[in-house]
């Protein structure tokens, strides 16, 4: 019995080496099948959030407002009723992977607002895949910092 369980050890061993080794890591789309989500990073600290009777006031050098068009992509944290805080990006440094940034991509004439799920570096310069939360593929091609136009940094519905 103590041979069989260590047979089947050594196996399962052995078939976890070979997965670990046939995975194709210059492919980004193999870093990303996990259902977990890189959270964006946190820009608006506590003593930003300014709380009265009759309002709240959070202090973001530089905000903006968006809303979003109902594509589904970022379901469940953007569709048609969100209002987003948006702000721009001073230099590639402040995209961040798990950070929801609005770009212009190659691929179409409208703006996307995508989750940042990898950063890197080629002959080229800076630049990022990016993915809809609710999508199974990344976005076509790598997206370049000179088209990131501003970063989410609050949702309201």
């Known amino acids: 019995m103590k041979k069989i369980i260590i047979l089947q050890a050594i196996i399962l061993i052995l078939l976890a ?9 210059s492919n980004p789309s193999n870093f990303f ?24 006031v959070i202090d973001i050098e530089g905000a903006t407002y968006a809303r979003y068009a109902d594509t589904g992509s970022m379901d469940p944290i953007l569709d048609s009723e969100a209002t987003g805080i948006e ?21 179409t004439n409208n703006l996307v607002v995508h989750r940042v799920i990898q ?3 080629d002959k080229e310069g800076w630049f990022a895949y990016t993915k809809g939360d609710n999508s199974s593929v990344i976005d076509p091609g790598k ?3 000179g088209q990131v136009e501003y970063i989410l940094v609050g949702v309201f519905y």
């Open 87 to 107: 702000i721009v990006p001073i230099s590639e440094k402040d995209i961040q992977i798990g950070d929801i940034i609005t770009y212009q991509p190659t691929w």
């Open 33 to 56: 099948n996990s259902s977990e989500v890189i959270s964006p990073k946190d820009r608006i600290q506590e003593n930003q959030i300014h709380i009265y009777q009759d309002k709240i």
């Open 119 to 121: 950063i890197g570096y």
């Open 17 to 25: 080496a070979n997965l670990a080794y046939s995975v194709d890591f």
């Open 143 to 145: 997206m370049r910092y």
